[in-house]
């Protein structure tokens, strides 16, 4: 078990590099720690947030709902700077999914770093909440680096973040929205897509 693990078995907040910008984590399935995540940055608990993992496999064995051409576009993006709306008919990680439980946001970044981590964390960005992202650990908030349990520096990121990407109608007619603009062009969006 690595540090983020220990950290986040333990019921902590970590701050974390993701591939696109900064990011705090924690246990999906952990009232307190999820209520400590919003509190540290400031968010409306009501907000969604995205469920993280650092590899692919243990992603799709967490999602057997996916349809066959969800799960071929979740291949085709993924692990990389997107977050994937899915249909979340099992209403999986209850927790992360604000006031919409039949929608789940899922992330699969691209970090060397943490690729041996096995558990998913729940994931929001490492800012007060509407504040800018941060690229390297100094630029995150002082009060939010004082708050969390660890401190996982990976030196400088992109500073753009994840593509937000609406799958939610993607399997029935291979419709997609592009939610947010961010890290992943959506010409290399629409190649992937059809």
Request: charged share 25%; aromatic share 4%.
């Amino acid at each position: 078990m690595n540090q983020l693990e220990r950290c986040i078995a333990g019921g902590g907040v970590a701050l974390f590099p993701a591939d696109t910008v900064y990011g705090l984590a924690c246990d999906p399935e952990s009232e307190a720690a999820v209520r400590r995540l919003y509190e540290i940055k400031g968010r409306p608990a009501d907000r969604p947030a995205a469920v993280m993992f650092f590899k692919l496999e243990p992603a799709l064995a967490a999602l057997p709902q996916l349809g066959p051409r969800t799960r071929a576009a979740f291949e085709r993006l993924l692990p990389g700077p997107v977050t994937l709306l899915l249909p979340n008919p099992d209403r999986l990680f209850p927790l992360a999914c604000g006031p919409s439980p039949e929608r789940l946001g899922v992330r699969v970044p691209d970090v060397p770093l943490l690729a041996d981590t096995e558990r998913p964390v729940m994931q929001s960005s490492a800012n007060p909440s509407g504040g800018a992202d941060a690229r390297r650990v100094e630029d995150v908030d002082e009060r939010i680096r004082d708050a969390v349990d660890l401190v996982i520096d990976g030196g400088e990121l992109p500073g753009t973040p994840s593509t937000v990407i609406d799958l939610g109608s993607y399997e029935q007619g291979g419709e997609y929205e592009i939610v947010r603009a961010g890290a992943l062009d959506a010409r290399t969006v629409r190649v992937a897509l059809g």
